[in-house]
Every structure is written in C-alpha cells, then in structure tokens.
C-alpha cells in the first residue's frame, strides 16, 4: 500500500487532503515532523493562509529542509495551492517571501477580473474541471497545464505541483489524487 | 472567469437540517450529511450550510457537522451561522470545511473581516449580506443595520472579504426573480465574486442571476429535493448557460 505523509504545519485543510487519499484506500499520516516526512513514499504539501506564515510553520517543525531532501532523493512530493506556491524560488505575498526552492520560479499575484479567484474551471489541455480558490498564482518554465491562461500544474523532477484543489474536485479531483498515488 | 456555480443551501438547526417561513416552526427535513451528498451527486458545484439556530451551543454542533460532511462529500462548502471569532472559524475549517460565512457579527465589528482574511485566506471569508430596498439588515434579518448595501459590500471587499453571499430579503421566497438591479450595482462596485441569493424561482431567473454573478444560491426552489437540481441544471444548458460536466 502506497504511504502518504501530509504536512502538518498549521497552514493547510489537513483532514480534507487526508479524507480524500482515505477515500482512495491510501495509508495515510498527518506529518509534523521530518522523519515522517522522509519515510512516506508520497508527501503532500497542502496549503491555504498565507506564503509568509506557511513558510514560517515549515521552518519551525523542521519540514522544509526534509521536503528539500525528498527532492534531492527524487522522491515524490505534491504541492496543492499555496504549498505549489511557496515551493517556488518567492512569493509576492506578504511583501515578499522566500520560498522552498523545490521549482524555479515565483508566485505573483493573480491579475484576473474577479480576485479570489474562486470556482471550477477547465485545465488545459484535457479540458477536465478543477476547483480552485487562489489570489496568486506561479509564474514558473515547468508548467505543464494551465487554467484560463494562469498556471494550474508544475512539474519538475519528482515535484507536482497543483494550483487547484484537488481533494475538493469531487470525481475529477478523485482521478487526479489517485494517478499520484499510482506514480509515488 | 471560472463556470458559473450552483451552490445548494441547508439550513441546520442542532444538526439537522430544517425548513421553516422566516426562521419559525422549524420543521425537520433531513440529515444534513444524507442531503449534501445527494446534492454533491446531483452536481452540485458547492454546498452552503447556515446554522440558523446560530446560539453559543450551535457553534459546537456546527463544527461537527463540518465533520460529517468532509467525510462524505468531495465538493467545496461553506459554513455559516454563529461564527465571530477567528478561533470559531478556524475550527469549522479544520474540520474539513472550505469558507466560513460571516454576517452579524462583522457588521457588529468590521475588522472581523481582515482578521479572519489574515488568519485564513481571503479565499475562505464569505460575508453574508441580507439586504432590503439597497439597506443592510441583520440579526436574521430582522434589524436595519443602518447600512447601505453598496457602501458596505465596498467596506467588506476593503476589510479582505474573498467572496459576497447577497441575500435580497424582499424577493427571499417570493420565486418573483433575483434582484438584478442590485446585483449589476455590486458588480460594478467590487471586483470580489459575487453569489447571488433569493427570488429563484425558475431556470431563467437563475440563468439571469448568473449573467451578473458569479454563483446563485439555491434553496426554496429545491425543496430539498436533488433531483430538482438535476432537471434545472438541464434546464439552464438548454438555455446556455454553461455548467460544470461533475462526471
């Protein structure tokens, strides 16, 4: 059975990532410390709140260097919203914010008619719908899909990185989470 | 702009959902859990669940009905009712709930707003506005909070609300059509997205609702029944209206 540590580090929808990889009959760990989150074959970095805060939840627990070292290993790890956000190079958030470095690039904020940008749009190029709740948004080489032109997923080595919520896109969302699953 | 969103709404009283006129002879209809599953199948886009007991021992149920759904429902939902602290916030949302309404209790403090924002992400702070004849009125309804609606829909996206939940009083439950004059005025004023609320009667005042708004709220045209959802979201296609596939 595939393990999964999601990052606990007070900035994420925890039990929402968590109920959702249960669904899929994942075993699955909420994850406050490295060790946990060196050992799983998947890490999920969810998020919502802030870049400056979620950053600082990271460094306190020790966590941040642990997903940069899953990295280095070429070991999976998914970034959902604001954790695809902070593991860029920066944010623009909060004045200014640095980030893990697990992907090249930054996080700026969403020039959209409507900011939050919130609801379900198509990714392209499949067209499948995702719901998504973002004010910022990566500006990053390693998009590999995209949403009404702003960046929807990343890909860089064992890094995934989703600026939708997967856990909240019901089956769409369902069939996402489990091709991770299938991959890690 | 992201497709436009039917969004259910229950109303849970001591973690049941009930249907009564104005808020009296609160009558039991269902589980809250069983009806927003249903929903979720029918497709719908989001679920609102408003506490409308809303008193200090309703704030615990309400986030045990958070609970309850994130198990079993995959689609996003808000929680509102009762919620004036970022601590009671904070809980619904660990609980697995994705935005928390608030309406009394930031028109009481408007800087309830920007805490919540900051704490939690704009993304997740839905200000609920119930307004009559372009006034602001609270507590259920029931107080002129001596507001106009436009000003204070400005003030709430200043404070960092992330989204406006529009409650024309007037029209609430008459099926007589959404207030579109007032929503074309909040489009204008704010560039938060808007969900547009009472007076639905039909297909066409929803398709109507969501050329000026970003979602439409739906709860007496339902009558607790999914496949209502079912047949208006047919009904909406065929008029154009371009809809979430929640295959």
Known sequence: ?184 | MPLPRLIPCLDVAGGRVVKGVRFRELRDVGDPVELGAAYSDAGADELVFLDVAATVESRGSAVEVAARVAEHVSIPFTVGGGIRTVADAAAVLEAGADKVSVNSAALARPELIGELARTLGSQAVVVAIDTEAGRVHSHSATRDAERDTVEWARECEAHGAGELLVTSIDRDGTQSGYDLELLGALRDAVSLPVIASGGAGGAEHVAAALEVSQAALLASILHERPSRLVSLRDELRSLGVHLRDAA
């Open chain 1, 1 to 184: 059975m595939t393990t999964v540590a999601i990052c606990r580090y007070g900035a994420g929808n925890v039990r929402s990532v968590e109920l959702a990889f249960r669904r899929l009959g994942a075993a699955v760990v909420a994850a406050d410390s490295p060790a946990d989150v060196l050992d799983a074959d998947l890490a999920i970095l969810p998020g919502v709140g802030s870049a400056a805060s979620a950053m600082a939840g990271l460094r306190e627990r020790g966590l941040d260097d642990a997903l940069r070292e899953r990295a280095d290993a070429g070991r999976a790890t998914l970034g959902i919203c604001l954790g695809l956000q902070i593991a860029l190079d920066e944010s623009e958030e909060d004045g200014g914010t640095t980030g893990l470095g697990l992907v090249p690039g930054r996080a700026v904020r969403l020039e959209a008619e409507r900011v939050p940008r919130i609801g379900w749009a198509p990714v392209e190029p499949d067209g499948t719908a995702y719901w998504f709740a973002h004010s910022y948004a990566a500006e990053t080489d390693a998009a590999t899909a995209t949403s009404e032109g702003f960046v929807a997923v990343v890909e860089d080595g064992a890094f995934t990185g989703v600026q939708f919520h997967p856990e909240k896109s019901g089956a769409a969302g369902a069939r996402f989470l489990e091709r991770c699953l299938s991959r890690a």
